[in-house]
Each structure stands twice: as C-alpha cells, then as structure tokens.
C-alpha cells in the first residue's frame, strides 16, 4: 500500500465577504455575504507523488492550500500530514511541509543569495553550509552567478519564482505546497520549474501538491489530478482516466479542457497573471 502523505477529510471553509455595493444599505448594516470557499473536499495525497489540483479562478485551490499549510483553520472537517493533524499539532505539520505561494514574498531590494541566507538562518541552518547549498540550489533551477547577486525586484517574474522554490527547498521538506508555481512564467521559465518539480519527486521522493489551472501543466506533470470546482472535487484520477471519462469526438482524443467542460459545463479559462 502507498503511504499517505496528506489526508482530507471533509473539509470544509467559509468566508464572511463585505460586500461591495456602492449604496448605502437602507437598514444602515454592514451587508456580508458568505462564500463558501472549500465545500466538503476529501482526498487522500501519496507519498512521492505529484498530486494536482486543478480549477478556474476562485474554486478554492489557494484556501485548500493554505488549510493544509496550516495558515487557516478549517470550519469542518480534518487534515492530517504524515498523521499529524493541522489544527491540533500545526508545529509538526510546518516541520514537514513548505509552501511556495503565487506572490512569493520578498525582500525585493535583497539579492536571492541575501533572501535565501536570510531564509536559511530563519530555519537555524548553518551560515557557512547554507552558502554552499543555496548556489547550489539556484544553479540547478537555472538562475546564473550574475544574478545571484542583483536585487530581487530587478529580475523577471519567472526568476523570481524560481528563487521562491529555492527557498522552500532550503528546509528539504518531506511535502512541498505549490500554488500555481508557473503562472505568468513564460514558457522557458515554465518548463524549468516543471521539470524541477519531476526532478525532486524523482530524486527526493518530495510529496508535491500543485494547484494549476493550466491543463497541459496538470496532464504532464501530474499522477493524480483532483478538479475542482466552485470549492468542490468533481473528479479525482489520474489524467489518462480522467480523458477517459469524454468520449472521444471527430476522431481525437479529449483534452482535459473537455473533461471540465463535461464534468462542470464551463469552460477553465486561463488567466495567466499580468507581468
Ligand atoms: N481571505 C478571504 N476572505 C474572503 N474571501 C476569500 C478569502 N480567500 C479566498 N476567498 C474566496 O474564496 C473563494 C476561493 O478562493 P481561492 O481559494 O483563492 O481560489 P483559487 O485559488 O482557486 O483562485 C473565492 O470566492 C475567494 O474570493
Ligand atoms: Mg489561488
């Protein structure tokens, strides 16, 4: 049997969301309304697999995320990580995992070298080692000597993000969290990071959870892919599966675009962030 690495059970989240009506209400109160963000979701993630989870804006890639990196507390429902609960043993859950979000933060007028080193002593690693390891983590994801040194705010998006995953490989984390880890990459960039990511399942046995609304990113580099949608899973396979839930039409075989639109009648627009 595999180990599992992450487990979701009926997980659910609500937001109160202000909204965003111009007027003023004729009762004078605030008006909030709720928007239920993760509805129900469960999902078991194997150790040293690439799990995707794949959905349009807004269907709750991002809040599942950050629940599982235990940045919010679920409203029902539970997640365990190598058996440690998120809410009851968070410490044991962040000691495993990393998260690499789709705006990395940074000290943007710092070198990578300067963020990383400053990540590196955050998480109580030795100056000297952290040196040695930190080239060598920004040489394999691409990033040449010339711009180990620069600002982060001078380098493009891609890089950026590149520098991002370098840090959260800093602590060799038995689960890396990517959330949406190649939107706004260009294709090169795009490709780097992806092969990466194979690369640390391959040769680490990372666990990797990656939220995408990239489908050809989803097919290629995912073992099991959960579609979401609206804050629900609407399927859970693996993507030859998942094709083989559309039959195939004039003669070619489906795409997972034609998977979500048969399983959700809507269409996964792809909205690569604007950089
Ligand atoms: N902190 C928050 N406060 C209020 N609403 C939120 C918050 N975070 C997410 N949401 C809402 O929850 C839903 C799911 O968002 P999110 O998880 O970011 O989706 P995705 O990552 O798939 O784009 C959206 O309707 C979003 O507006
Ligand atoms: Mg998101």
């Known amino acids: 049997m595999n180990e599992i690495a992450i487990h979701v059970q009926d997980i659910y989240k ?12 004729r009762n004078g109160g605030e008006v909030s309304r709720q928007v239920v963000a993760v509805d129900n979701v469960s999902f078991d993630v194997h150790k040293g697999e690439i799990f995707g989870v794949l959905g349009p804006n807004g ?60 990540g590196a002593r955050l998480y109580g690693l030795n100056n000297r080692q952290a040196r040695i390891q930190i080239r060598e983590i920004l040489n394999r994801l691409g990033l040449e000597a010339s ?46 990071v992806q092969s990466l990511v194979c690369e640390l399942r391959d040769q680490e046995g990372t666990t990797i959870l990656l939220t995408t609304h990239d489908m050809v990113e989803a097919d290629t580099l995912c073992d099991r892919i959960a579609i979401m949608d609206s804050g629900r899973v609407v399927a859970l396979e693996t993507p030859e599966k998942l094709r083989s839930l559309v039959p195939s039409q004039n003669g070619h075989a489906p795409t997972l675009e034609d998977v979500f639109l048969e399983l959700t009648g809507k269409k996964l627009v792809s909205e690569e962030a604007n950089s």
Do not use: C
Not at 79 to 102: E, K, W, Y
Not at 174 to 186: H, I, K, N, R, S
């Open 59 to 118: 269907s709750g890639k991002s809040t599942l995320v950050r629940l599982i990196a235990t940045l919010l507390l679920p409203d029902g429902g539970s997640i365990t990580v190598f058996d440690h609960d998120v809410v009851r043993d968070p410490m044991a859950v962040q000691r495993l995992i990393n998260r690499v979000s789709v705006e990395a933060s940074f000290f943007k007028k710092l070198s990578p070298m300067e963020n990383l080193s400053y």
């Open 14 to 25: 609500n937001f109160h969301k202000q909204s965003s009506f111009p007027w003023p209400r």
């Open 147 to 192: 711009s180990v040194g620069k600002p982060v705010e001078e380098m493009s998006r891609g890089m950026q993000q590149k520098v991002a995953i370098a840090r959260a490989l800093l602590t060799h984390p038995a689960v890396l969290l990517l959330d949406e880890p190649t939107t706004g990459l260009d294709p090169r960039s795009k490709r780097e």
